[in-house]
């Protein structure tokens, strides 16, 4: 059964920083992709970053202020990290992994989230 478990969200002030950690496990065959999306409340899930574990590392960002968001992972573990920077309240939201494992149905997996408040 494939399990996707974040970790490393909590409070943090405005201007600090956070590493979330998300490893993918429970399967036989290759995840091609893992990513972190982000939903705050009121608001539709939007992506955050997105990296390959098969195809060579691409990654992508999505319409996020540059350089404040940087995604990483180690293929021999199945995990990638968000390193955030910077934060702001308006980075308030629940960090979700996603990861893409074609050959198993339904080939979308979500974890249940991490919670990530800035405050002061």
């Known amino acids: 059964q494939v399990q996707i478990v974040e970790s490393g969200g909590g409070l943090v002030q405005p201007g600090g920083s956070l590493r979330l950690s998300c490893t993918a496990s429970g399967s036989h065959f290759s995840v091609s992709r893992m990513g972190w999306y982000r939903q705050a409340p009121g608001k539709q899930r939007e992506l955050v970053a997105g990296?390959?574990?098969?195809?060579?590392?691409?990654?992508n960002y999505g319409d996020l202020e540059q350089g404040r968001f940087t995604i990483s992972k180690d293929n021999a573990k199945n995990t990638v990290y968000l390193q955030m920077s910077g934060l702001k309240p308006e980075d308030t939201a629940v960090y979700y992994c996603?990861?893409?494992?074609?050959?198993?149905?339904?080939?979308?997996?979500w974890g249940q989230g991490t919670q990530v408040t800035v405050s002061s």
């Open positions: 996603r990861a893409l494992i074609p050959r198993v149905t339904p080939g979308v997996f």
């Open positions: 990296i390959g574990i098969t195809d060579g590392g691409a990654t």
